[in-house]
């Protein structure tokens, strides 16, 4: 654990220093919306999945796009650096795989809120593998010292899948509530 506060601290503290200011954005724009005519439960709903855009994957961005003093390498060799990770200490392992994977579950779970076409989990999977590819790119491209592998798209993709699945889950269960409360108030009589 203290390999990665010394390694990546400073976005750890900027990234809760940015929580605040976020929530205060979300009230904010929140309101802005609510007086431009979206309903509150529309304007929250926007406000949130965007925030949540924001502050679920950009300081993992940064991260992964931080120059580190090594030598550069591609890894295209799929489950080669899984394997060889889960073969490392456990604790290492879990970190990894674990960091890799929950990295894109933001994304894959506040896009589809905010944007409805993005909603599906085999259409997060693909477009969470896409981007991911295109950071593991970019970090060849700008020869920053680390390894672009393969396994990290394929576990960033699953991780936006993961976030997808979440997404509908969390969009069924409110339906299914609204459902309920709406025979609720048609059985007291208080629904048209």
Do not use: K
């Not at 309903?39 to 991260?63: F, I, K, Q, S």
């Not at 392992?93 to 779970?109: C, E, H, R, S, Y």
């Not at 909603?119 to 920053?144: H, K, N, P, W």
Request: glycine share 8%.
């Amino acid at each position: 654990m203290r390999q990665v506060w010394d390694a990546w601290g400073h976005v750890l503290i900027v990234w809760l220093c940015a929580v605040p200011v976020l929530v205060a954005a979300i009230v904010s724009m929140t309101r802005w919306r609510m007086r431009r005519g979206l309903t509150p439960e529309l304007a929250l709903r926007y406000t949130v999945a965007e925030a949540g855009l924001a502050g679920g994957t950009l300081p993992w961005v940064w991260m992964i796009l931080t120059p580190v003093a090594a030598e550069g390498a591609v890894s295209a060799v799929p489950l080669r650096d899984l394997v060889a990770t889960l073969g490392d200490s456990p604790s290492s392992a879990v970190i990894q795989v674990g960091a890799n994977t929950l990295l894109f579950v933001p994304l894959g779970f506040f896009l589809p809120l905010r944007l409805a076409r993005f909603a599906g989990v085999a259409r997060m999977t693909l477009l969470g593998a896409a981007v991911s590819a295109t950071l593991e790119i970019a970090q060849y491209v700008f020869d920053l010292g680390r390894i672009s592998s393969v396994d990290d798209v394929l576990m960033n993709a699953a991780g936006a899948g993961l976030g997808a699945l979440l997404a509908q889950i969390h969009v069924a269960r409110r339906e299914a509530g609204r459902s309920r409360s709406a025979r609720v108030l048609a059985q007291l009589g208080w629904a048209a």
